[in-house]
């Protein structure tokens, strides 16, 4: 019982902590990401397994009927097995926060297990409890594993999968099970291939160019099978794969930074995510890593592949976690042999330790610019009807609006970008905000934001006036003048206005 004494603290603290506003809106650091998967589990739920063919579907309406066809509305970016767990934890336990936040929280302890029996080949003794303690309590992990949904999925499968590679020789279950983990890895999220990858180049090294070759394959049959499954969902069967082939085209060959900003933003990723006393003491264990430690990098080969997208996204450094631990428990065993390096070790530690806590507490009680998506998803959630068409005029952010509106909803981003509906396809391109006028036929409601209320009524903006880019627009503004000659009716509600069309 004693040797399991470590995990079973680690795991315990990390949980606890977690459940710190469990149930709160998702409202907190890059929680979009969470509201979008909420979105497409629901859906999954609503319309059924059947009808949905497992597809990742955007769409927020109580009845699928004011869709003319809600089939086109896929998402092609992302596999979908995280989606399809997440709406069996929403059919057993209902569709909200909790159960999200829950079920991710089951996710990383599951990674951190197989993490563990990793360590058990890789690392002496107490040195792999190091190695989870850091994998555990780096803000990198501790809080984005309940945010980065697709990633936390890929991550846990992905040191399962490593867990029973290194097992190979103990027997068949452990190759089945490797190779089992890597499927669904790679059907969680595309660190999964890199996990197929890394595993390949070790059973290289390790003259079983056999099994390299079928753990190739094996990606390589995962990425034909995500095509089958766009052209199985897509009606009009090719703009979902040509949609999916652009985007990632866009997001790896022509989304490239500037070199010293690229570098610059992932010096502060690491420093902030990974503590700047982990950092230390992983650059001292560089040296002793074994090879396999090394080998858990190229799990995220996000930042290279999709280095543009990794400025803007600081939650694709989650998959180094594992190897960031193993790194820095190296860095401890090596320092830990001299009094004066057991000293730094620990101002090391303590540094890592105090920096997470602020990070980690930070993320969990902060709530930031998205609060007024979501009372604007409330407005109209409350003041519309299930067959509503909403236009909304305020700056909208398409992974959020719709899980809490659940209506049909439609607008842009930012002036000079294209109307859209949820995940469709995009529409003709608005220049301006008054544009929109031309789309009025096509929606029964408009949602508009006063920035006098908005400044009263949402404690993000702390009694200021919002700044243009959230674009609330005044009593005189052009729109807004229009709106008012145009309505039926409108309501106030909070800091937004619904003005009916029709």
Known sequence: MKRFLPVGVILGLFTGVLFIRIGSPFLRHHESVNAQYATMARNQVRLGYAATRLGLYGVSAPDEKVYPDWRIYGYPNRPP??????????HLLGDGEWVLRLSLIVVALGTLVSFAALMRSLLDGRWAWVAVAACAFIPIFWYFSIVAVHLAYSLCFS??????????????????????????????DWPGYFATFSIAVDAVLSRRPRWAAGVLALGVGCFALHLAHLYWLDPEKGPLIRLFLRGGWDRSAQ?????????KSEAREVGLYFTLGGVALAIAGLRHLPRRGWLLALLGLDEVVFSGWAMEHDYLTYSLAPFFAVAAAKGVEVLWRSRRGRFLAGGLLGLAVAQSAWITGDRLIRQGAFESNYRAGLAIRQGTRPMDRVLITIADDRLFTPYYADRYTAGVEREGADLVVHYGRPGRPVKRIEDVEQYFGDFSMVLVG???????????FKGARPPEAFRFLAPDHPLRRRLEEL????????AFILYRLR
């Open 81 to 90: 097995l995280s989606v399809f767990v997440t709406s069996v934890w929403f």
């Open 159 to 188: 040191m399962a999968a490593w867990a029973c590679w290194v097992r190979w020789d103990q027997g068949r279950r452990f190759r089945t099970l490797s190779l089992l983990f890597l499927f669904f890895a790679c059907e969680s």
């Open 255 to 263: 989304w490239r930074p500037g070199l010293i900003d690229y570098v």
């Open 450 to 460: 006063d920035p006098e209320s908005a400044a009263r009524e949402i404690r993000f």
């Open 487 to 494: 309505a039926i009716s409108k309501e106030t509600r909070g």
